[in-house]
């Protein structure tokens, strides 16, 4: 298990692009991927933003063959000008007001009742309690599905997340949950409420709609690309301030910082760390020559920790200058979710300081860590008030 990956992302940054070294990133074996294109990573922020930016030359066709098989065709593996379409129609259901009702009637309530459950035991392990269960909670309200029907949809969506370990699980749920919600799709097609599925059931941009099978691919999506990337962004965060209490209880005094300490957690430990890109034209990359055909590794982890951008990036610091990171991508692919991902960590941030007097690490239990060299995340956090 790799720890910690971010001493040989420094190594690696010293060429901003070059032949990718599949064990030394993700612990593979290179003769695993003998089979595939040339495969180039990309370390530095500057060409990352450049590649992320440059949808003509670097193409996310590349995941047609990645999430296709497991979450059908999604917004992930489009270019433009379908993309933009596509986009143009989920919006609509991410707006202003949509996040402050989800908010105000959803979010603040499932994370109470999740505290609820362990508020008066003065001990509690948050990953399993609260940042693991939370996010999906909040799809399965968003989605506006029964509160009787949430076990079944925690089960298919902790195979769906899982599909690195367990591939036939995750197709297995997939194909349950799609046949679970069609008739959710179909129901909201007829009567309309303040869901999600029904903004999406309804969505029109220049006279395009979604059809039933594209709304039934974003809805799976939501998983891997909301809940999970969400519980691990909040769990990252929670460990940075558990683990700098002089951090923690300047947030505590003053909830102004919490933004900034958002940004700084997700830059310091982004919970997807790489996405991926064709070449579509020979092309010059950071100063090497990359063929048409390669796939490209953008390093969006080792981005956030470009010296040449953030001085000290290895340090957790909720007070360093704000610059924009790429914990959420950048260009037209930039996450569409990411304006609930924020207010999802810091609902559940507040709400953990309000409820919780005294919030700190449990010294009885080995020190938590965050793992994980595609998806980062702490595997548990022990604490006591």
């Known amino acids: 298990m790799i720890t910690d990956p971010y001493p040989d992302c420094a190594e690696l940054r010293r060429q901003p692009v070059a032949p990718a070294d599949i064990n030394r990133?993700?612990?593979?074996?290179?003769?695993?991927?003998?089979?595939?294109?040339?495969?180039?990573?990309?370390?530095?922020?500057?060409?990352?933003?450049?590649?992320?930016?440059?949808?003509?030359?670097?193409?996310?066709?590349?995941?047609?063959?990645?999430?296709?098989?497991?979450?059908?065709?999604?917004?992930?593996?489009?270019?433009?000008?379908?993309?933009?379409?596509y986009r143009s129609l989920l919006q609509q259901a991410f707006s202003r007001r949509a996040m402050q009702?989800?908010?105000?009637?959803?979010?603040?309530?499932?994370?109470?009742?999740?505290?609820?459950?362990?508020?008066?035991?003065?001990?509690?392990?948050?990953v399993s309690q609260l940042t693991f269960p939370f996010p999906v909670n909040v799809i399965a309200g968003l989605l506006g599905l029964p509160r009787t029907d949430r076990p079944q949809f925690h089960r298919w969506a902790a195979d769906l997340i899982a599909v690195t370990e367990d591939f036939d699980r995750a197709l297995a749920a997939s194909t349950a949950l799609r046949d679970y919600l069609l008739d959710f799709v179909?129901?909201?097609?007829?009567?309309?409420?303040?869901?999600?599925?029904?903004?999406?059931?309804?969505?029109?941009?220049?006279?395009?709609?979604?059809?039933?099978?594209?709304?039934?691919?974003?809805?799976?999506?939501?998983?891997?690309?909301?809940?999970?990337?969400?519980?691990?962004?909040?769990g990252n965060l929670l460990f940075g301030l558990l683990t700098h209490t002089d951090q923690l209880d300047a947030v505590h005094g003053d909830r102004r910082l919490l933004p900034q300490a958002i940004e700084e957690g997700l830059r310091w430990e982004c919970p997807l760390l790489t996405v991926v890109r064709l070449v579509m034209e020979d092309t010059t990359l950071?100063?090497?020559?990359?063929?048409?055909?390669?796939?490209?590794?953008?390093?969006?982890?080792?981005?956030?920790?470009?010296?040449?951008?953030?001085?000290?990036?290895?340090?957790?610091?909720?007070?360093?200058?704000?610059?924009?990171?790429?914990?959420?991508?950048?260009?037209?692919?930039?996450?569409?979710?990411?304006?609930?991902?924020?207010?999802?960590?810091?609902?559940?941030?507040?709400?953990l300081l309000d409820r919780l007097p005294g919030l700190r690490l449990d010294p009885d239990v080995d020190p938590p860590a965050i793992t994980g060299t595609s998806m980062r995340a702490p595997t548990a956090l022990p604490v006591l008030w």
């Open 286 to 351: 950071g100063g090497v020559d990359v063929p048409a055909g390669a796939v490209l590794i953008v390093h969006l982890g080792s981005a956030n920790h470009d010296e040449r951008r953030w001085d000290h990036p290895e340090r957790f610091d909720i007070f360093r200058p704000q610059l924009p990171h790429l914990a959420f991508a950048a260009g037209a692919h930039v996450c569409l979710g990411m304006h609930l991902a924020r207010m999802e960590s810091r609902v559940a941030i507040n709400r």
């Open 25 to 85: 990133l993700f612990g593979v074996a290179d003769a695993a991927m003998a089979n595939l294109p040339d495969i180039y990573a990309v370390m530095t922020f500057d060409v990352a933003q450049e590649v992320l930016r440059d949808e003509k030359r670097f193409s996310s066709a590349v995941y047609a063959g990645i999430t296709g098989p497991v979450m059908g065709r999604t917004i992930l593996e489009m270019d433009q000008p379908e993309h933009h379409t």
């Open 186 to 234: 179909a129901l909201r097609r007829r009567t309309p409420g303040d869901d999600l599925i029904s903004v999406l059931a309804h969505a029109s941009h220049e006279g395009q709609r979604l059809t039933d099978e594209e709304i039934l691919a974003f809805c799976r999506l939501l998983l891997p690309a909301g809940a999970e990337t969400t519980f691990r962004s909040s």
């Open 101 to 126: 009702r989800w908010e105000g009637q959803l979010v603040i309530s499932i994370v109470d009742e999740l505290i609820d459950e362990f508020a008066d035991a003065g001990r509690a392990e948050l």
